[in-house]
């Protein structure tokens, strides 16, 4: 097959386009996605300048997501004195899979001279991903754990440094999962939330004062495009995946959600952009609503709606172990 722009040798085909690219006009396409995000989600606000820069802190994993959202905006600004992106990554304490990422993100970091910070968990909290799935005191799958270790210190460290923006690699199967997730489990409350936190341009989100806004610019491309970027571009990504993944659920959303786009290709867009209508309308809604009983923690003061935040009762129930 040919290129439909330049008549070379296609490198893909996308089912729900129609289009086949060449090397050179696919990533081109994807470089313009991610660009066109970052112009419609209003990421850089109109008063930055280089006297008033802004810090994009990037959720750096060293998965092919994180590693070409890292690229892409880098070619985008580095000239820009605008925009100083900072890589974090975390560090789960996973056995043979981390260790190996990490290596990702320091060679990537290296290549593209951007600031790198790593924070462990055993550091941070004195525990290690593949202990707590041994023990596992709460009788939970492995990722309730780390997802809620990792999001409390990638919001820490995004305020320690000063971010604008968190930014995450979440690519078009990701949200398309989580928004019909959010839609199967009937939670509105969490789709208006998802609006305000990551998904909305960031002058029409409701304001988060207790939070770094987040964002996650390369939501429009489908995963496979991802990777195909991140191999075409040789990118020093890792893909091994994590031997602790556990999320059931998920899962099933993903299973279904490939059948249906092999049957009817587009459904993954007509589901983000939908869902993200409806988001939009449904946090103006809630608006005021939330945030009213936000306090911080006794423990450890981060802002939680309880007594002791998610984050403490978890280590507590450990560290008991
Ligand atoms: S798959 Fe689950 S356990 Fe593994 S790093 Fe991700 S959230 Fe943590
Ligand atoms: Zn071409
Ligand atoms: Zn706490």
């Not at 199967?173 to 939670?187: P, Y």
Request: hydrophobic residues 35%.
């Amino acid at each position: 097959m040919n290129c439909d722009r330049c008549k070379g040798d296609a490198v893909m085909h996308a089912a729900y386009s129609g289009a086949h690219l060449c090397e050179a006009h696919f990533c081109e396409s994807v470089e313009r996605r991610v660009r066109r995000r970052v112009r419609r989600d209003d990421l850089v606000p109109k008063d930055a300048s280089p006297e008033n820069p802004q810090t994009w802190v990037i959720g750096l994993s060293g998965g092919k997501d994180s590693v070409v959202l890292t690229q892409i905006l880098h070619e985008t600004f580095a000239e820009d004195p605008r925009i100083e992106l900072v890589g974090l990554t975390i560090h789960e304490g996973i056995e043979g899979y981390r260790d190996k990422s990490l290596e990702a993100c320091v060679d990537l970091a290296e290549d593209l001279e951007i600031r790198h910070e790593v924070v462990s968990y055993e550091e941070e909290f004195g525990v290690r991903m593949d202990d707590v799935v041994e023990d596992d005191p709460e009788n939970m799958a492995a990722c309730a754990y780390c997802g809620v270790f990792r999001r409390d210190l990638l919001s820490t460290y995004a305020d320690e440094l000063g971010a604008d923006i968190l930014l995450t690699g979440h690519n078009l199967d990701d949200e398309a999962q989580t928004a019909l997730m959010n839609f199967l489990e009937g939670d509105v409350a969490q789709i208006a939330k998802h609006f305000d936190a990551s998904l909305g341009p960031l002058s029409e989100r409701e304001e988060q004062t207790e939070f770094v806004p987040r964002a996650k610019p390369l939501r429009d491309v489908p995963e496979k495009e991802v990777a195909l970027y991140a191999h075409l571009a040789d990118l020093p990504a890792h893909i091994t995946e994590c031997p602790h993944s556990s999320e059931a659920y998920r899962g099933e959303i993903q299973k279904l959600l490939y059948g249906l786009e092999e049957n009817h290709p587009g459904t993954r867009h007509s589901i983000i952009s939908g869902y993200e209508e409806l988001a939009g309308i449904v946090s103006d809604q809630y608006s005021g609503d939330d945030g009213a009983d936000l306090r911080e923690c006794v423990e450890c003061g981060s802002t939680t709606t309880r007594e002791v935040c998610r984050k403490c009762s978890l280590l507590e129930s450990i560290h008991a172990v």
